[in-house]
Structure formats: structure tokens, C-alpha cells
């Protein structure tokens, strides 16, 4: 049982890295960080065509959604000839039935899964990098955000203006079991930012404007993502 | 959010650490009646007569009420007074003969009119030591062993095993013993080493929070430190013993109770009947109590549960006849809490949840009949653990077990040519049951990195049960060679069922008395540790992991009081425990751990002086060509001075720490995985990189006085008196770009009071 009590201990220790002091949170977006990377759709069938982009914070800048500057195939190697670069965007094409079937007797996955592809992406200057999965054999689309709630009004697409030193309350519809939410803001303090219901606080020093994300993934490498300019009066 | 919330976790475990004070000191310790003085010559007539005043105290330093002083040789004898003075008239040279009921006779020169104070000791307060370790095997080199009342006199360890421990050469010290539950000795993982208290082993060493260990120093008779080349007896264990024996009762009832900012307790003892003494102890944290007005109200966090602990503790001693005895004893403690990382409760995905708890129950009886000793002892733990992390992590253990152990004795005088001859022999069978539940991402093991956090990661998954037999035998002879030569011989074979493995572990022992009081000691053996640690024990084609330990030492004590000690060590590890690329494990590893110890302690008076320093370079080889790396524990360098000093109603003490830092693998970047939401670290070489050293000072204050039949010490215990707030580790950002030390709370006093009726 000591074994257990170690295992345990490593695991509190597991997760004490990223949470205090100078260390920018997880839900800042004034950083350099890929924020999120996107297939569209994230599951294609035979012959079907996936394109890739990410959601790019820059600290100090605003964020944007941009086409990778490099990308390759991580695994399987047998499939690497399946992304290409076309008019600009990178582009997975799903290759027909008998290479797929090829593909899942390789990977030993059964005979109606998808085929995973883990394609590898780079961002500037090959400084920033990110795997990102398409499943081959399977359509899928990423997922809706709904009912997006800030400030206790629907999201549209305006500018939000929201009060300092208040909580301004952040919701979405989503189980947290089943999605990943992720609130991020380069304009105060996020809390419960990965939870489908947080809040944020702009402290008196924090910056007055800035921009509000969030990002939702769910368990088939789906993602969705908005962003909203923010401020505080 | 949780990680957030894991934050708070440890800097409640920080401070609580910090925190934890001394506790339970010794009771005045009435005990079984002494002998008289030994009848002494006449008194000299032609010396000058003064008036002579003094004062009796016992070890801790209380005055002695009651105590009978006379001149040696003369009828003339007068009692102490409630403050422990007296007054006598005695010649110039003559000696003062001091005598108690429940402490051992003590003698005191005449050199002027003002002596000095004279301490006498509980009677017994030896006797129980040498009874309990009469019948173990000699320790080895750099082996100690500390009495109760010496645990309790160490400075700065605050009466706590655990803070003890790290007083030892040897032993890794670390602000705050993160991320283990045992004891780290001489280069070796926590698991390596065993705890045992009364022969058998516990799981945990020490509670969750604060770090104290499950078993209060007043509930403690002796502790013994082997950290390496143990006796034959001992087994499962590939590094050092931590043997706790729990304290019979004494032969008067006392009760007492002591609180504090970390906990509370009382222990109570005494007879039933004329052959029976009980020692019953409870201990409650209170660190709970007071956390949450320590936690501000910005902080997400919401606990269910308060971190808190419960332990306690039952002997009871019979004197069947002459010459059996019986024992009972039994340990428990429970640890729980449960919290959760955000205000809002009804995040699962938040929840953290822990409950640590067992109960061991041993029955006992020795037999001693002229050149025969036999122990035999029945003992049954049980155990489990539980945790839960959000939605999708968890483990639950239990693993009840069964331990039915023997040993016999048979001394000689002289046989085949040799003198005071020793013969042990003995067997154990642990049978358990081990029932789990486990859904968890693939641990990391000593020498990997901290991987990434992915709170939906249950690579490693099992539900079920299985049996845990294994069974042992040993034997020893221990002999003298030579007037000044003395050797011990043994063989232990332990058969690890679960994975169905046999092994021999041969190992021996050679004393040589050397002139001008020094001993050199030189001991040789093999040691496994079954695969037993995380998941180990889910896989059955691994097998043990092997040891092999040389040690040499010298040991020289001048005088009564002064002892110092030296040892060098070497050992060769092997057959270690290692990850495959799949996340199954292999024994590919192997390891080498060389050093030097050195350990001096001084008795005298009012002073107690304790040195100890550690060297040690312990590194591995994770597979057969792989660079070798630095072990995750290696610390070089380790110091410990302290020393404490009694006078009247006062005892001062104080300790300096200095240690080396331990080995960092520093990530060199990561990649994030978009479809997890969660950055992979990519870490450079292992263990390249090291924390600063630290070194620290922590002093105690305790001042005692009577108040009507009770006996009060209230104590201030304050650790890193001047502030040094030194790197323990370091943590990175979400995406590994940043870097913040992460340090050790610089100052934090505590303050208790301990009663004694």
C-alpha cells in the first residue's frame, strides 16, 4: 500500500508545476502558444479531404487563426503521403478502403475503426509545435458551441464590455466529462477556466482591453473556438 | 483549476511540514523499584563538613521531588524538596548517594558548597533498550540506536521520528519529502528500505499532512537505524531497516496529554494486576482545525473534507512466568481528505479525494529459559488506500495480511573452538490478499521525468484480486574467534510466491576490538526487494530487485557518554526495475551507490551533542548501454549539528542543517497536443542539473514547571530561524517555456503544551 501512497504523492506532484506566481496560467492568450489546432472535418471517409489551421496567441498581439507554416505525418509512417500542401492550406485526403484496411491491420485496430493520423504542424519560425490527430474511415465534424453565455447575455459577435472588479460569469453548454472547455483572456483573471462554467475578475491593474476565448474539444480530436474582443469600463 | 487546487494541496503539506513541531515528550517515567545503594566504605572523619546544596533533576531536566540523598558511608540522609534542592552537610571529597524510587541510584562528588546538578536516570531507562535489542542481531556499521529518551533529546527534531531520521547520516533530507512516504537512505528508493514497528512492517512511515510520523516518540521505546548491512532476520528490503519498537507501559499509572498547532494527543499507562502494564495512546490532528481560516477566500477551493489524521496506539506486557512473556501491541492510523479545486462542488472533474488507513495488531511471546530463547509472534495488518482524481482516475488497495513469525536462540559459552557462541533461526510467512482497483496513467519510476499531466490518462487499468505469499527462513551464528575478534555468519532465503521466485541471501559480519576503545566492523551481504512498489505487483514476469552491500566502519568511545562512529559503504545494485518503451516493466536496470558516513554524539550533564555527516554518489543504468545518470535521490552532501543544553525549569536546543540539492532533469521544450489540451515535455539528459544547496537553523525552547499534581512543559519550536528560503525544486509553465523556483515556507514557529499527571 506505501507503493500506492507514492504513486499518489507523484501524481499531487504531477500537477504542482504549472499554477503560481510568475508563471503565465494556462488561460492567458497574451503569450506565444498555438492555442488549438483544427482539422476540417476532423474525420473524413475514403477519398475525403481534411484541411488544417490553428488558433495562435502572440504576446503582445491578438490572436489569429493561421494555416501551418510546416506539417508532416507523425505516424503512421505508412500513411505520410497522405498530407499536401495545396493552394495554400495543408491538406489530409483520406486514402481509398484498401489502404485503409492495410492500415488497420497495421496498427491492429479493428476492422470498422477509424485510422488514426497524427500530423505534426510548426508556427514561427519552427519555434511553436503541435500534434493533431484526423481520423481516416470515419466522418466526423467538430463540435457546436452552444449556448455560449458572457456576462449572463448570449455571445454574439460584438465587442464585450463588461464591468472591473465584479465577476463577470462565462458559460457553455457542455458536460465537462464528455468535452474539454478551455476559457482563456488576455484581459484579467480567469477562473475555473476549464470548467464549462467560470467567471472572470479585472483587477485594477489588470489591462482595461484585451481579447476572451474559449475552446471546446471533445473526445473524437473535434474542436471549436471563438473570440471576442473584451473590455472593462 | 485542479492545478490550482493541487497548489494549495501542497502548501497546506509545506506549512503543515513547516509547522510541524514537537510533540510528546517523555513523562516522568516511575518505574519498577530499584535497587539500594551498594553498601560503601566509612565516612572519612578528618575532612572539613560544609553545607552543600544542589539540586536533582531526571533526563528531561524536571526537578525530582522526593529523592533520598545521603553521604556515602554515612546514616545522615535528607529529601529533595518539590523544586528538587537539598541541603546535606558533607565533608570536601566525600560522595553524595542520590536515590529514588523509579530512577537508578546516582552518585554525586562533594567539590564545594554549590554542586552542580545531578541528574538521575528512570530506572530502566537502559534496561528496556538492551532487553528489547538483547535478542536482535548486532547492528552494522553506521548503525545507531536511539533510545526514547534520546529521540526526545535530539535537537530540533522536535520528538517526531520522521525529523529523527533526518538527523541520521545517511538518510536524504529534504525540506519537504514530497512525492514519498518512506525513508530515503544511503542512494536508494523509499521503497528500498523497510519500517518495521515491532517487527513488522507498515506501509507509511508518516502522515499526509505535516509530515509526522504515525507514531508519537512517547509511544516509542527505541528506534533502530540500520542503513545497510542488516542481519539475516530482515528481509524484503534491498537498503536500510527502520525498526520502531512500541513502549511497554510503565509500573505506575501516568496519563498525559500534550496539544499543539499540528496536533493533540494523550497517552496513558500503567499496571493491571501485578504482571500486566498497558501503554495506551491516542493522537488527533489539529492542523485541520485551523487550515481553513489559513486558506484566503480568493482561492478556488472548497474542502469537503479538511486534511486530518488520526493514530493510535495500544501495548500491553504480561509476565506469563518466569519465563514467558506476552505482548499485544497494535498501531493504527487513518489520513483522509477531500477537496475540491474550485468553489463550485459540483465539479467532479475537480474532486480529490485520499483516505490512508491501517491497523496493525501483533501478538507476541518471548521464552527464555538458560541457554534457550524463542520469540514468536502472530501478526495481522490491514490496510488500504484510496484515491481519486476527478472523473476518470482512481486506485482503491486493500491488502489485508497475514504474518505468523518465529525465531529461536540457542547461546554457548564455548562450542568447536569458539566462544560466546550465538545461534538464531527463524521463518515468516506473509500471506496476503490484494484487492485493486486501478485506473491511473503509467507511473513514472526513479530517473523519469515528470511526464505531462493528462487527467483523463488511465493507461494503466486492473480490477481484481491475488495473492501475495511469500515465506522466509533464516539462520545466524554469532561467535567469537578471538578475545578481540567476533563474527556473524547467516543465511536467508525468502520465496516471493506472487512471482515465483526463490533467493538466497548470504550475509556475515566481522568485528575486530582494536586498542584505545575502537572497534572496526566490516559487513558483506545480499539483499532483494520484491516487486511490490506502484504497479509492480500487477506484473508477475519481473522478478526482485537485487543488492549487494559492503560496509566497513570504525566505532570508538572513549568514555561513558562519547561516541563516535565511521563507516564507508559500497553497494552494487541490479536486477532494477525499469520502464520498456510500452510502458511494461523489465529488470534491466543496475546502479551503484558508494559513501561515507560519520556520526558523533556526546552525553554529559546538561548537554547533548549531536554531528552527523553524510557523503554519498549514487547513480544508475536504466538499460544495458544507456548513459549512466545520477539517482533521483543522490545527495552528496548532507551535515547535521545540534545540541541542546538543560538547566533548571529550561532546556535550549538547536540544529543546523546542510544538504545538497537534488539532481532536476530540465525540459528543453514540449509539444503540444492539440487533441488533449495538454503540452509533452521533451526533457534533455536525466538528471543534469541540481538544486541549490540548502542549509537551515532550528532552535526549540522549552520551560517546565508543577502545577499541583500535574507536571507542564510548554515548548516553542521555530524551524529556519534566519529566513532561508532555498530552491526545493522547480516548476514549469503549461508549455515549459517558463520556469519558478519552488521554495521551502521560510519561517514558521510552533507553539504546544504538554501535561503530565
Redesign the interface.
Known sequence: ??????????????????????????WQLD????I??RATPPGIAAGGTSAID?LLGMKGGKTHVAPPELARVVSPASLSDVLSFQAGAWVVTAPGEARLAAARAELKLAADAPVPVQV?VSYAGQT??????IELGRPADNPALVNVMLDGVPAGPSEIIVGKLVKVPLSIDAD??DF?V?WLTSCGTM?????P?AYLEIEADDPEAGELAV?L?DAR?G?AWNVWSIRAE | ????Y??I??AIAVIAAILAGPEIAAAQEPAPESPPPTPAPALPHDLPVLSITGRVIDALGKPVAGASVGVEGGAQTVKTDRDGNFRISAPIGSTLVIDRDGFDPALANVTAGKLDDVVILAAGTHSETIEISGEAPPASPGAAVLDRTELQRIPGTGNDVVRTLTAMPGVVNLQIP?????VVIRGSS??DSKVLIDDFEV??LFHNIGFRAVVPAEAIQSLDYIPGGFDVQYGRASSGIVALETRPGTSQRTTQGEVSLIDGGVLAQGTAGDRTKYMLGFRRSTIDLVLPSLIPASV?LSLTTVPSYYDGQLRLDHELSANWRLFLSSIATNDVFELYA?K?ED????RFY?N?R?LRLTLGAQYHEGPWSAKLALSGIA???V?E?G?Y?R?R?Q?PTVTPRAEVMRTADHWAGLSNVVWRAGAEAAVGRSTLDVA??I??REGEP??A?DPKDTSTRFSGSFWVPDVAGWTALSANLDPQIRTTIGLRSDVFGRIHEANLEPRGELQIKLPASLTARLSAGAYRRPP??????LSTNVGSEHSAQTIAGLQYEPREGVRVQTSAYYTDRSHLLTHNMDGSLNNNGHGTTVGAEFLATYRGGPWFGWLSYSYSHSTRVDAPGADRRLFDFDQPHSLNAALSWKHGRWQLGGRFQLYSGLPITPPI?????????LYIPLYGKVNTARAPMHHQLDVRVDYSWTWGPTDLTVFADVQNVYLNDSVVTY?????Y????A?KSLPIIPSVGLRGVL
Open positions: 500500500m506505501n507503493r500506492a501512497v507514492g504513486l499518489a504523492a507523484g501524481a499531487v506532484l504531477a500537477v504542482l508545476g504549472a499554477c503560481t506566481g510568475d508563471l503565465d496560467p494556462p503569450h506565444d502558444r498555438i488549438a489546432v490553428a505534426g511553436l509545435f503541435a500534434t493533431k490527430t465537462d466529462t474539454d478551455t477562473h475555473d477556466f476549464d470548467l462554467n475552446v474539444r480530436a474542436v | 483549476m485542479l492545478f490550482r493541487v497548489t494541496v501542497a514530497l512525492g514519498y512516504s518512506g523509499p521503497q506501509p507509511v478556488d474550485t463550485d465539479a467532479r472533474t475537480k485520499n490512508t491501517f490496510q488500504e488506500f484515491f482524481a472523473v482516475q486506485i488497495v491488502q491511473l496513467p507511473e513514472q515528470m511526464p499531466y511490490e512498489f506502484q504497479s509492480e505487483n521544450g514540449a509539444v503540444f497536443d492539440s487533441d488533449r489540451n516548476f514549469y509553465s503549461y508549455d517555456t517558463q520556469r519558478q519552488f
